[in-house]
């Protein structure tokens, strides 16, 4: 979810921005305020602070990368 969003038709890439929150199926939470999906390469990623959850695990950094299922976040 966001507060205002924008998606390109030529390339199907998507832009989140404003308190945005994305989940995975498996729980995993990842909180920032702009994020762009990339659908050619199926990958979201930030260049804002971001902050990851996941069960007892909490990690703030400036700037992600993720596949689509968080299964490797750079």
Do not use: C
């Not at 994305?22 to 971001?50: C, F, N, P, R, Y």
């Amino acid at each position: 979810r966001a507060e205002k969003g924008s998606f390109d038709r030529r390339t199907n890439n998507v832009e989140l921005n404003n308190n945005v929150v994305a989940k995975t199926s498996d729980g995993a939470q990842l909180t920032t305020q702009k994020l762009v999906w990339l659908a050619k390469e199926e990958k979201i990623e930030t260049d804002e602070k971001v902050e990851i959850k996941k069960e007892n695990i909490k990690t703030q950094a400036i700037g992600a990368e993720a596949k689509r299922d968080f299964g490797k976040v750079e």
